[in-house]
């Protein structure tokens, strides 16, 4: 099992840039397809982005392609979430998430079960 915490959410004003961090314990990190969902209040939790175990597939909802990049380093334990041209409708927790393969990811549906989630960062973009 893989424990995951997300840091790096704040207050940024429309068209910044935030970065966010999820780091993991665990040996077997690597062996995890990895992702960030975010949450908005009222709606449902969605994919963000995700990236496969040797990070050679990545796949981003189409609301953030081109604003944000997924990357991980395996050698430390750690996903990151490159977030550019913030826009205010990014507002939202978002959270850390482990499962073993992508596709469960880029198939997912509220309510689907991962193996891992993170307490959430809160990420607010002002107007």
């Known amino acids: 099992q893989v424990q995951l915490v997300e840091s790096g959410g704040g207050l940024v004003q429309a068209g910044g840039s935030l970065r966010l961090s999820c780091a993991a314990s665990?040996?077997?990190?690597?062996?995890?397809?990895m992702g960030w969902f975010r949450q908005a209040p009222g709606k449902e939790r969605e994919v963000v982005a995700a990236?496969?175990?040797?990070?050679?597939?990545?796949y981003y909802t189409d609301s953030v392609k081109g604003r944000v990049t997924i990357s991980r380093d395996n050698a430390k334990n750690t996903v990151s979430l490159q977030m550019n041209n913030l826009k205010p409708e990014d507002t939202a927790v978002y959270y850390c998430a482990a499962t073993k393969y992508i596709e469960v990811f880029t198939t997912y549906a509220p309510g689907n079960a991962l193996d891992a989630w993170g307490q959430g960062t809160l990420v607010t973009v002002s107007s």
């Open positions: 990236i496969s175990w040797t990070g050679a597939r990545t």
């Open positions: 665990g040996r077997t990190f690597s062996s995890y397809a």
